[in-house]
């Protein structure tokens, strides 16, 4: 069973940043993909960046340029650098990890931008 610990969310005003971190118990850790997601109410979870083995970076639209994916794999710890919030950012965020059969989520973690 794969654990999934998302921290570093919280309230934030307009234009601000945050650092989100999660950390995954899984094997073969840098072989892995790794992405972050977010969830508002009553809409389906958004993929919002994504990174390689080798370091490739992906992003949705909405978030290119404000939003930076790191990982260390020492740590097991993937990274989502926020900057620049908008209050569209809202969300639960959740980190995961690729993988073969039914994808387990952590708890998430809340980012709230409000002025």
């Known amino acids: 069973q794969v654990q999934l610990v998302e921290s570093g969310g919280g309230l934030v005003q307009p234009g601000g940043s945050l650092r989100l971190s999660c950390v995954a118990s899984?094997?073969?850790?840098?072989?892995?993909?790794l992405y972050w997601y977010r969830q508002v109410p009553e809409k389906q979870r958004e993929l919002v960046a994504a990174?390689?083995?080798?370091?490739?970076?992906n992003y949705a639209d909405s978030v290119k340029g404000r939003f930076t994916i790191s990982r260390d794999n020492a740590k097991f710890t993937v990274y989502l650098q926020m900057n620049s919030l908008k209050p569209e950012d809202t969300a639960v965020y959740y980190c995961n990890v690729a993988r073969v059969g039914v994808w387990s989520w952590g708890q998430g973690t809340q980012v709230t931008v409000s002025s």
């Open positions: 899984i094997s073969m850790f840098s072989t892995r993909t």
């Open positions: 990174i390689t083995s080798d370091g490739t970076t």
